[in-house]
């Protein structure tokens, strides 16, 4: 597949990640909650991550060469973003005294690249800075009825498993679900849709119960 319809997937990603970058600041200056600059910074995060996946595509930069031993230069883009998710991670649960453990295991998973060339260890890592904020989000998302919070997990899960399918096109197009899920979840689409209010919804069928027994 031509890299031209790549860099179309790319955009989509920059597209719905600077659309969610609105309502995410606009609720931050509602609320002064520090969480929304930490999704607002990691959103910053991905949009640059697929700004340089375009730069690669327009100049025709292969990113599965090989740089130094088994270091890829696609490699290293992984993990400059597994590094902002790791940190991502680690400030949901308070762990501050963990800030530097994504920059180390980043930089000695890059060392092993070097040395050796399998692709596990990058899938491993993927695997794991992926689908544990997945779950804490999706968990904490649906009890309290947060779809900003859900959309994040869904993001981290769908995302996650793009990154571990290693097929480039297939890749691509679970990042833009992932992406999409994530924009949805700024726009109270999970909030309208998915969390039902089961007390609203017994009066209502409490009520039409009442109705049809009165007729009857």
């Given at each position: 597949m031509p890299d031209l319809?790549?860099?179309?997937?790319?955009?989509?990603?920059?597209?719905f990640g600077v659309l969610s970058l609105i309502p995410v600041f606009r609720n931050w200056k509602e609320s002064k909650n520090?969480?929304?600059?930490?999704?607002?910074?990691?959103?910053?995060?991905?949009?640059?991550?697929?700004?340089?996946?375009?730069?690669?595509?327009?100049?025709?930069?292969?990113?599965?060469?090989?740089?130094?031993?088994?270091?890829?230069?696609?490699?290293?883009?992984?993990?400059?973003?597994?590094?902002?998710?790791?940190?991502?991670?680690?400030y949901l649960r308070g762990l501050t005294k963990l800030y530097t453990l994504p920059f180390i295991l980043s930089f000695y998973l890059m060392i092993g690249n070097i040395l050796n060339t399998s692709v596990m260890p990058f899938?491993?890592?993927?695997?794991?800075?992926?689908?544990?904020?997945?779950?804490?989000?999706?968990?904490?998302?649906?009890?309290?009825?947060?779809?900003?919070?859900?959309?994040?997990?869904?993001?981290?899960?769908?995302?996650?498993?793009?990154?571990?399918?290693?097929v480039e096109i297939v890749m691509e197009i679970f990042r833009v679900i992932a992406i999409f899920m994530f924009?949805?979840?700024?726009r109270?689409?999970?909030e309208k849709y998915i969390f039902v209010n089961q007390e609203e919804e017994q009066k209502i069928m409490g009520t039409w119960i009442s109705k049809f027994v009165v007729k009857e």
């Amino acid at each position: 597949m031509p890299d031209l319809q790549y860099s179309i997937f790319e955009g989509l990603i920059i597209l719905f990640g600077v659309l969610s970058l609105i309502p995410v600041f606009r609720n931050w200056k509602e609320s002064k909650n520090r969480m929304y600059i930490a999704i607002f910074v990691y959103n910053i995060g991905v949009i640059g991550y697929s700004f340089i996946n375009v730069l690669t595509y327009i100049l025709e930069i292969d990113t599965n060469v090989y740089l130094v031993g088994g270091l890829r230069f696609g490699y290293i883009l992984g993990y400059i973003l597994f590094t902002i998710q790791f940190e991502f991670m680690l400030y949901l649960r308070g762990l501050t005294k963990l800030y530097t453990l994504p920059f180390i295991l980043s930089f000695y998973l890059m060392i092993g690249n070097i040395l050796n060339t399998s692709v596990m260890p990058f899938i491993i890592y993927a695997v794991i800075v992926s689908y544990t904020p997945a779950y804490f989000l999706l968990r904490d998302g649906k009890k309290k009825r947060n779809g900003l919070a859900f959309g994040m997990g869904l993001f981290f899960l769908t995302w996650g498993i793009g990154q571990i399918i290693p097929v480039e096109i297939v890749m691509e197009i679970f990042r833009v679900i992932a992406i999409f899920m994530f924009f949805l979840g700024t726009r109270g689409f999970y909030e309208k849709y998915i969390f039902v209010n089961q007390e609203e919804e017994q009066k209502i069928m409490g009520t039409w119960i009442s109705k049809f027994v009165v007729k009857e």
